[in-house]
């Protein structure tokens, strides 16, 4: 009944199963609703990003603006098992939306470790998971007034300056994949969700559900394991850190001939930790400037290329100027299709979106 008197519902897509059907029905479900729908960056994909209802980029540490407009105006809220409901709301602010939660979280919930984050404010609860409760709640609904779906596909954001960044890698390997079945099995925190289309469950398997900075390679491996065979190109985007921290898991897919591209968005320091430091300094009033103390990585500068090597993986790079990125992404896949483990050497520009440096370095009140 919520959801049929809806003037203005969003659907918070949260963690599901990677079956094509429960994704059609997903889509479905917020096309009868005529519902925005919102996407997390630390989770598997879970409805096409370049759907006219999803409502702005992915985000990951911070919501897009326009999905954060639209919690904010909804009036009736479907999380189907949403990571943190609780941190998600209160991170918008002014939420006033009746909220139905769909999840199975509350099994894990223990009093002591508080590892279920704040506890969201619910008005109608299912307790199950969201591919069980999605087919019966479309049925219930019946069918819909019919719309007219704007013929549009949101365009991807052309990459900005000459210095090569994160967005400049994205697009290089956008395009150096071309039309291959390809799966992003991790991303770097500076990754950009405006540059890179999930339209299908197994185009992105997310990443470590929070900040487990090092999971990126180890998770990347055991991916490629599970899609071998499935005809799709394994491509994990890691963070310097996140790779340095892992970098051994990719003996374990030479040695068992893992099938894996590995893009390593090099920014050559724990950038997450700088920004952490510049907050902090702001808060208590120290030197901006020594926020890169404990956490650059250069002088010498790490030959990543030459650690992949040392696991028996090809090893690209490092990757200088944006003139290189495709010729070295290609030769990269190739050698991924011809049996190997590729890892690229990107260096980037230290940097994240805006709205996520925003997020990261304002004071606290």
Not at 4 to 29: F, M
Not at 43 to 69: C, K, M, N, Q, R
Not at 205 to 214: A, F, T
Not at 336 to 360: N, S
Request: aromatic content about 6%; charged content about 20%; glycine content about 10%.
């Amino acid at each position: 009944d919520l959801l049929r008197g809806a003037k203005q519902p969003v659907i918070l897509a949260g963690r599901t199963s990677r079956d094509v059907e429960a994704w059609n029905k997903r889509v479905a479900l917020a096309e009868r609703l005529n519902a925005r729908v919102v996407t997390d960056l630390k989770i598997a994909a879970s409805f096409p990003t370049s759907h006219y209802l999803h409502a702005g980029a992915p985000g990951g540490t911070v919501l897009a603006p326009e999905a954060a407009d639209a919690i904010r105006a909804a009036d009736v809220i479907l999380s189907l098992d949403w990571l943190d409901p609780a941190g998600t709301f209160k991170a918008v602010g002014n939420v006033g939306a009746k909220v139905i939660q769909v999840s199975v979280d509350h099994h894990l919930h223990n009093g002591w470790s508080m590892d279920y984050q704040g506890l969201p404010p619910v008005d109608v609860f299912i307790d199950c998971e969201p591919d069980v409760a999605v087919p019966p709640l479309l049925e219930a609904l019946g069918p819909g007034p019919t719309r007219a779906a704007p013929g549009r596909a949101k365009a991807f954001p052309e990459p900005a300056g000459d210095k090569l960044t994160v967005d400049h890698l994205a697009t290089a390997l956008r395009e150096a994949v071309g039309g291959r079945p390809a799966t992003l099995t991790h991303v770097s925190l500076s990754w950009n969700g405006a540059t890179w289309a999930f339209d299908h469950p197994l185009d992105y398997l997310g990443s470590d559900g929070g900040g487990g900075v090092g999971g990126g390679p180890g998770i990347s491996v055991g991916a490629a394991l599970a899609l071998k065979g499935s005809g799709r190109l394994p491509v994990a985007v890691c963070g310097d850190g996140d790779f340095l921290m892992g970098v051994t898991a990719l003996w374990t897919a030479a040695h068992y001939r893992i099938l894996l591209l590995v893009v390593v968005a090099n920014n050559r320091s724990f950038f997450n930790d700088e920004l952490h430091q510049e907050r902090v300094a702001r808060m208590r009033n120290r030197p901006v400037e020594n926020r890169w103390v404990g956490q650059r990585i250069s002088e010498p500068d790490i030959d990543l290329a030459g650690m992949a090597r040392a696991q028996g993986a090809q090893g690209f790079g490092p990757v200088n100027a944006i003139t290189d990125l495709a010729p070295s992404l290609t030769k990269a896949i190739a050698s991924v299709e011809a049996g190997a483990v590729a890892v690229v050497d990107v260096r980037v520009e230290p940097g994240y979106t805006a709205a996520t440096t925003a997020a990261m370095t304002r004071k606290s009140e």
